[in-house]
Structures are given as structure tokens and as C-alpha cells.
């Protein structure tokens, strides 16, 4: 298991039931060493997202217009969905889309 702290914000908070900030014990895959994003993207699918996972996720990554922060770096300089996550990380979805 892996202790993560999640964050959503720019009103993705919306899909999880209004709460942004998320304290979640994440177990990694079976044969895993390792949690990547992209697993935790899935397991977050399952297991938090309350409402369209079309809103989350496109496929097996985040749908365009999420920004995605690793311990306040772009995921995109960390690996994208390969970048591994330890203990206590912080990762944080803000929606960079907004309705007018």
C-alpha cells in the first residue's frame, strides 16, 4: 500500500462528491514494485470517482484539459502515466476548463 494525498480542484472536485482533498492507502498491482500514475488513475475510477469517469478519464490517461501535478511538478516532466508515486506523494487534478 501506498499512502497518497489527492487533490482536485478547478471544480473536478464535483465528480468526487465536493471534496478535494483525499488521504487514500493505494495498493500497488500484483507483481508491482511499484504504484505509476497510471494505475492510480484507474484505481481512482473504481474507487472515488462518484459521477462521469468521462469527465476524469479519456481512454487509460486523464481527458485533455486536466492539469496533473506530481509533488508541484507536471506529471509531463515526471514520466506522464509511467511516473512511479512513494509514499506520502502528493498529486494534485485541477480542471483548467471552465464553462462561461
Do not use: Y
Request: proline share 3%; aromatic share 8%; hydrophobic share 40%.
Amino acid at each position: 500500500m501506498v499512502h497518497l494525498t489527492l487533490e482536485f480542484g478547478g471544480g473536478l472536485e464535483l465528480l468526487f462528491q465536493s471534496v478535494k482533498t483525499h488521504h487514500v492507502d493505494v495498493p500497488e498491482k500484483n507483481g508491482e514494485k511499484q504504484l505509476t500514475i497510471g494505475a492510480l488513475l484507474f484505481w481512482i475510477r473504481d474507487n472515488l470517482l462518484k459521477e462521469r469517469p468521462e469527465m476524469f478519464m479519456k481512454g487509460n490517461s486523464v481527458r485533455p484539459g486536466l492539469l496533473v501535478l506530481i509533488n508541484d511538478c507536471d506529471w509531463e516532466l515526471c514520466g506522464q502515466l509511467e511516473a512511479t508515486l512513494e509514499e506520502k506523494d502528493n498529486v494534485v487534478f485541477i480542471s483548467t476548463l471552465h464553462g462561461g
